[in-house]
């Protein structure tokens, strides 16, 4: 059994490089050893729920392939006990007033901006990415955390109806919590869907049990330990590690909503196992997400706009960009100033600002992403940059590559590669691209660029995903948190942020009081009698416009 408390193995920092032969990336910063020292695991994996002398998991640094942590696995029977634990108490957490549970929202957005550097660390030690890619979970996460807190209120607050009867009807809809979420996190953005989600499950007045994925465990229970800092109760938010087939489904079995961020077939099992028990689910799924550059189109925003919705996070984020539908008569000019600004990106793996881009996350990546560009290769599509893995800079690195000629017979085309490859193809209508855009089962998001906001927008609706953005590759959408953000077709069903974000969290129940006079015979009416008042009174509230 490994030895939560023994020293991690020290890392040294990795040399940088880039996609071609640019100057390394700056690479300073502490070691992942220093940044995550043992002390720090251990406390962060006793917040893991896990009786006895649990079996243990080690998890490795992306950056280097060695030892990160070894963790906590927990069992289907530590999941029960976390949902008891939850659920004992979630009445308590329920029953206070709405601006209360806002309150620890706010602390919260206020203790994560000020810590920031520690959190930061421990993404970039998880997942490899580079720490301005880490920062936009912090961004997210904050934003989520002071829209809720100031918003909750508004969303959950009771509305008041028209009744069956003017003035003798009155009826409202009450918003009640719906007990213990069960919340399934995936690795790529471990603190913006792990908390991110959890935020406003928690202004609505739920319990929230939390499987995140092992890999990126560390920065979920970072966030639970900041936000039980913030005044959240700490029985309320249960977290459980282990194997995704075991636990997972452990989790659904007892929950009384399901949100599941992740893949898309594993997103039908667990919306298969949810719809057995009758309970509900949010899920957001894959994607095959395509920007659209129309012949006016500002050719240099479009490209820097099309680094980052393609590159970030090594492109391991479901709303990035792997298809580029370019109009034919800017597409050679497009092509060439994208490909000038990808081959300029910066590889590195510092736990400090610098780097363009960091690893992938491990060898299942690196392995699909390498597969998905050698398969194009050998079959006649074109590398315009990139196209190698860099095990020279770390055992994940892989180069931001850009294919041109790729045809659907190819891998690439269709399946999702879930790494920083994107594919280049040519349209010489708007119809012709709306049409490539919207061929695939999946609608998560979309890019439109051009000079015209209005023909932007217009075209935007024509497009089947949940979020499109003009002039942004997925940051202005995602960003307005206000506003609601999920996926059509295989990409998912439900949606976060905004009003539904937390609405999905509560049932809706109606409360419905009658004055004076009952909705049945009264006052000597016969059945025949009451029939025909009351077909009378409609006609009168029709004309009337009573809604």
Known sequence: MTDLTADATVIEQPGAGTAARNPAAPGGGRT????????????????VTAAGEPALVETVAPLTGERLAGLPQSTPADVEVAFQLARRAQPAWAALPVRRRAAVLLRFH?????????????????????????????????????????????????????????????????????GVIGHISPWNYPLELSIGDALPAFAAGNAVVNKPDTQTALTALWAREL???????????????GDGPVIGPAVVEHADYVSFTGSTRTGREVAQRAAARLVGASLELGGKNAMLVLADADLDRAAEGAVRACFSSAGQLCISIERLLVHRSVADEFLARFAERTRALRLGGGLAYGADMGSLVSVRQLD??????????????????????????????????????????MAVCAEETFGPVVSVYRF?????????????PYGLNSSVWTKDLRRGRELAA????????????????????????????????????????????????????????PIAPAFGLDDRQFAAVFTGGLRVLKALRFK
């Open 32 to 47: 992942v050893a220093a940044a995550v020292p043992a002390s720090l695991v251990a406390r962060l994996a006793a917040g």
């Open 110 to 178: 206020d203790l994560l901006l000020k810590r920031q550097d520690e959190v930061l660390d421990l993404i970039q030690a998880e997942t490899g990415k580079a720490r301005l890619h880490a920062f936009e979970e912090v961004l997210a996460v904050a934003m989520a955390a002071r829209h809720y807190g100031r918003a909750a209120h508004s969303y959950l607050r009771d509305k008041r109806h028209g009744g069956a009867l003017p003035v003798l009807t009155q009826a409202i809809e009450a918003r009640r919590p719906k």
């Open 227 to 241: 936000l039980i800092e913030a005044g959240l109760p700490a029985d309320l938010w249960q977290v459980v590690i």
């Open 368 to 409: 699909a992403t390498v597969r998905h560009v050698a398969d194009a290769v050998k079959a006649g599509a074109t590398v315009v940059a990139g196209g190698r893995a860099r095990p020279d800079l770390g055992p994940f690195f892989h180069e931001p590559t850009i294919l041109d000629g790729v045809t659907p017979d």
């Open 428 to 440: 010489d209508t708007e119809d012709e691209a709306v049409a490539a855009a919207n061929s695939t």
């Open 462 to 517: 024509r497009l089947r995903t949940g979020t499109v953005n003009v002039n942004e590759g997925y940051a202005a959408a995602y960003g307005s948190v206000s506003a609601p953000m999920g996926g059509m077709g295989e990409s998912g069903l439900g949606r976060r942020h905004g009003a539904e974000g937390i609405l999905r969290y509560t049932e809706a129940q109606t409360i419905a009081s009658q004055r004076l006079i």
